[in-house]
């Protein structure tokens, strides 16, 4: 069939919306008309040229929601006319890394799709010369049409809105889940977020949802003070406008008890910038402080920091979609989101059509969007 798609012809280069060939689902494999997808800056981080793992041609985007259209031979979990999100982080719960219940990261089909190809070695998309593009993540959500391994598809609830559980897809799940699934936060703890966007405002909602009770912001714009603010950050810092060195003034705001020591029990990047990840560790408190690296960094980018930190007692994580497992906890989100738990409307800023993507970009840039979302 053909299809229309934003291809990323060249590291750097603006997208191209044109039609492209895809080939129907395989065995074991899901056709999906998507309806929304978000754009993640993790689509930009790759465009761009900074991923070690990009490859060109490629049809991006990895934050989508649609119907199932048709399915492959074989496939028995979702059937035409279901609802899903598509999963970068599959969820096949039979290799060792499912079975053993200690990570999300399913490594059934991780090597094919770091290469941008389908399970069986090949893609199904190509231009209408016939030349191959990659798939991204697994997902490739830049397109009307997408297809994906049954492993890497979350069926959920009907009546929920395309344009807004997108996000779950990515940004929802990681920040909500960094705080629930993997540094597992308790009622009154003291957390500081760096980076409040996409990202960093669902880990402040996550933070609150947990029942923290202080909630730092940190971010270079000011604008996002108010964003914080709108999900439960109680106090924000401009690291611009802090005079001296960050981590002894975010050290200083979260001293408590009787020995006044400061640090905050959870710290979280959100920026993908590694200086701001050694200063999240560094202000975690001594002892049992948890730093969870979200963000991503370009190729050659390295974390460093004094071994001191460690060996007094602070751990240092990261987080790849917040630690849920696709199948089993996007639906679960999903529901939450239905339920009122967690917040999604007002962070869709921008919606856009596929045409606009590149404009979603800039806006992203700017740091105008919390989340532009393409609807289909
Ligand atoms: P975004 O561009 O929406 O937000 C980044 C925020 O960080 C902005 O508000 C910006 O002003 C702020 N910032 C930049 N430099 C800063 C600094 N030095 N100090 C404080 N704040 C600073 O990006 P996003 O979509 O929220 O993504 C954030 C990061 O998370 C990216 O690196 C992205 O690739 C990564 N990510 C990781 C996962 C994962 O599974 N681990 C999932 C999604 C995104
Ligand atoms: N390709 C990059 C790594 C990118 C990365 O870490 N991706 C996250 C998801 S970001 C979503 O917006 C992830 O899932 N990582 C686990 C994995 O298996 O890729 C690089 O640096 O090589
Ligand atoms: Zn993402």
Redesign the pocket.
Known sequence: MRTRAAVAFEAGKPLEVTEVNLEGPKAGEVLIELKATGL???D??TRSGADPEGIFPAILGHEGAGVVAEVGAGVTSVKPGDHVIPLY?PECRTCPSCLSRKTNLCTSIRATQGQGLMPDGTSRFSTLDGDPIHHYMGCSTFANHTVLPEVAVAKVREDAPFDKICYIG??VT??VG?VIYTAKVEIGATAIV?????????VIQGLRLAGADMIIG????NE?KAWGERFGMTHFV??KEVEGDLVPYLVNMTKRGADQIGGADYTF?????V??MR?ALECSHRGWGKSI?????PAGAEISTRPFQLVTGRQWM?????GARGRTDVPKIVEWYMEGKIEIDPMITHLLTLDEINHGFDL??E?K???GVVVY
């Open positions: 993640c800056h993790t930009e981080f982080t990515c940004g990681t920040g960094a760096f980076g409040l966007g996409g990202i960093g405002l669902n940190v971010d270079v714009n996002k401009n690291p990047d959100a920026t993908g910038n200086g701001v200063a690296v979200i963000g991503v960094a990261g987080t790849a979609f917040g992203m840039h740091g969007s919390v989340r």
